[in-house]
């Protein structure tokens, strides 16, 4: 592992490293991909499956079966349902306590204010296929958004490059999850299918999950036409640890961080004994020197790690001096692991620095809201000289007039005062 001392020149460069994963020749791919999708629909699917994956697919095969979900749930593991039950149980009651109340605001001068919250009516998750096919994607995405209320959820994955089929156990969780449309479809032909829509796969109104640079790209490319979770990168880890911490435990962590492709694992850490252990243990990722447990939260909020797990004494006091995670794991028995699987909160989480501004996938992702105001007559006469005053500041004289068209009597006279609004009102 790469040991860097942390100071101002170190934070530039994990900064700059961050900002140069824009790649022109992928966004070149991907722009083309995704206009031959947008124009030529089911027939574009057809050809970069054959093009990317090496499979030519029937367009009638582009749309999983019953029969292929039958034969998918003979060939699982039949002890997996009972633990899918407990993860469902896990994950939907993390969620169901975070979703927004709809409210209202009723006032006693004639205004009436309100805020409704509704699930979106059709998503699309996306779960990346490779060598290792990620299940738990399938219920970290769909339960979040059957506990929002979301009628129709759309999973899109790549079928196998040998037999065009679809990972056994991720067909079989979407179904038991609910799932009632699943395609064969990967990379950012995918994105591109339910953004734009196609014959066979109608158009969704967002698109969550993780994948490869070239599906990362296509959500960016096409947020604004369906809405999407965020903009993710590969998968990382850091390490607040200090000389309480078992070195053990340290390098299981990062190892495991590692084990995705691109991974990138971080060790923080004041101790120069923890950082000699690991460095002959692990040989991917950067160990970032501290001074202090301090300095530790600084870098750490820098980097804005995807998984922080804080491996020191006191660690629920560290934990509090962080601002930028996607999540935290506080203590040594509570692994980034623990929250891929099972814990219950969605492990789809902001990469790349992005979580200063990002949120980890939630229920409250698929739930969109929506303003209402009412006013009375009297109501708006009370606030007619505001809006005269404003509209006339920004030179917008027709906004003034829509107002004002509210004050005028039968003979075609306007009402110059709340008294004779009321009047007029009577």
Sequence with gaps: MQVMTWDKVTQKKICRDFNDAFDSNVFKKVSRILSEVRARGDLAIRRFTREFDGLDLPLKRIQVSQGDINRAFEKIQVKFVPILKQIRENVAEYYERELKQSFELRGKDGVYLAKRYQPLERVGVYVPGGQAPLVSTVYMTVIPAIVAGVKEIVLCTPPNRDTGEIDPNILAVANLLGVKEIYRVGGAQAIGAMAFGTRTI?????????????????????????????????????????????????????????????????????????????????????????????????????????????????????????????????????????????????????????????????????????????????????????????????????????????????????????NEGAASAE
């Design 202 to 418: 109608r158009k969704v109104h967002k698109i969550v999950g993780p994948g490869n640079q070239y599906v990362t790209e296509a959500k960016r490319q096409v947020y604004g036409f369906v809405d999407i979770d965020m903009v993710a990168g590969p998968s990382e880890v850091a390490i607040i640890a200090d000389s309480s911490a078992d070195a053990d435990f340290v390098t299981c962590d990062l190892l495991a961080q590692a084990e995705h492709v691109g991974g990138i694992p971080y060790l923080i850490t004041p101790s120069k004994r923890l950082i000699e252990a690991i460095r002959k243990r692990v040989d991917t990722g950067i160990i970032i020197q501290v001074k202090s447990i301090a300095e530790a939260c600084e870098a750490a909020n820098a980097i804005a790690p995807e998984h922080l797990e804080i491996l020191t004494e006191d660690a629920e006091k560290v934990a509090k001096m962080i601002d930028h995670a996607g999540a935290v794991f506080i203590g040594p028995y509570s692994p980034a692991v623990i929250g891929d699987y099972i814990a219950g909160p969605s492990h789809v989480l902001p990469t790349g620095g992005t979580a200063r501004y990002y949120s980890p996938l939630s229920a409250s992702s698929f739930v969109k809201s929506t303003q209402i105001i009412s006013y009375t007559k009297e109501a708006l006469l009370r606030s007619r000289e505001h809006l005269k005053q404003l509209t006339d500041m920004e030179g917008l004289v027709l906004h003034r007039i829509s107002m004002e068209a509210r004050f005028v009597d039968k003979s075609g006279e306007t009402v110059e005062s709340e």
